[in-house]
Every structure is written in structure tokens, then in C-alpha cells.
């Protein structure tokens, strides 16, 4: 129980973190002007990293749903690919600082034209559509119910922000 709660505010924590730093830095460049913007995306790291607790989440909760034999584990490969694929298109095409909000930080970014290399060239929404997902090939391969509940929750986390945030403040970027 405590995983699973633990597990469901983390990706809770971290939009709500990035709404109020992307919109405050955006607005009134609150970030800028107190912590910084290097503190604020070590921040936005850490919490990032933490929704990978699901891992745990899975691992407790393993079999819950059904068991899992051969083909969750090559579904859940499957599913990790482009997940995986995403990652890497982000750190080599994208940048990390950049997938960080670093357009509403620096004008440099706010000028940088929509990345179409890696899996970009696939999907403008890559980190949305393919990254995400990869909760799902951990939920599939273990099993776990609670780890479906934590993939589901997350993807609809994702995209809240993507419509109310990000796409948003890129008709002001």
C-alpha cells in the first residue's frame, strides 16, 4: 500500500512542480530570479526519476493481475523499446535541458525549430506518446495491477500537462 501511494504522487509531484516553475519563470521569471534555473532542473531530475518507484511498485504487487509467463516479458520488451528509443533520441536530438523547459528559461531555446530527428521524425509528441508508455512494459511483464493503475494514471498525467501546460505556454514562447 504504501508503494503504490508513494508511486501515484510522484508523477502528481512532478507536473505540478513543472506547471508552477514553467508558468512562474514564464510570467514573472520568479525561477530566474530565486533559485535558478540550474536548481530547478536538478529538482525536475529527481522527481523524474522517481516515477520509476514503479519498478518497485511492480515487483511488490507482482502477479496480481495475471502471471506472468513468455509473452508478458516479450510484450513488455516490446512496449520498452521505443520507450527506451525515446530516451536516447531525447539525450542525442532534443537535449535534456531542453525537455526540461529550458525554452522558458533561455531565448536560445524559445528560437530552436521542432526536433524531426530520432524518433521525432515519428512523433512531434515522442517523450509523450513512446516515453511514458515504458511504465506500461513494466506493469505488462510483472503482471501487476497496481502498476497498470500507475502507467494509466501517469499517461493521463502526461498529456494533462501537455494540454494544459506546455501547449499553452508555446502560443506565449
Known amino acids: ?13 512532478h507536473q ?6 514553467w508558468r512562474a519563470e514564464l510570467c514573472w521569471k520568479t525561477i530566474t530570479n530565486t533559485i535558478g534555473f540550474k536548481l530547478c532542473v536538478t529538482i525536475f531530475f529527481i522527481v523524474g526519476l522517481l516515477r520509476f518507484s ?10 496480481s493481475l495475471y502471471k506472468p509467463e513468455l509473452m508478458a516479458w516479450i510484450l513488455g520488451i516490446i512496449i520498452f523499446i521505443p520507450g527506451a528509443y ?4 531525447v539525450k542525442k536530438y532534443f537535449g535534456f535541458l531542453r525537455a526540461a523547459g529550458a525554452d522558458h528559461f533561455f531565448s536560445e531555446y524559445k528560437d530552436m525549430p521542432f526536433e524531426k530527428r530520432g524518433i521525432f521524425k515519428w512523433s512531434s509528441n515522442a517523450m509523450y506518446l513512446f516515453g511514458i508508455a515504458i511504465f506500461f512494459s513494466f506493469a505488462v511483464s510483472t503482471g501487476s495491477k497496481a502498476g497498470f493503475i500507475f502507467a494509466i494514471y501517469s499517461y493521463i498525467c502526461i498529456w494533462l500537462h501537455y494540454f494544459c501546460t506546455e501547449k499553452e505556454d508555446l502560443k506565449i514562447i
Open 1 to 13: 500500500k504504501n508503494w503504490f501511494i508513494f508511486s501515484m504522487l510522484i508523477p502528481l509531484i
Open 16 to 21: 505540478c512542480y513543472i506547471w508552477i516553475c
Open 54 to 63: 514503479c519498478i518497485g511498485l511492480c515487483i511488490v504487487d507482482y502477479g
Open 86 to 89: 525515446t530516451i536516447y533520441s
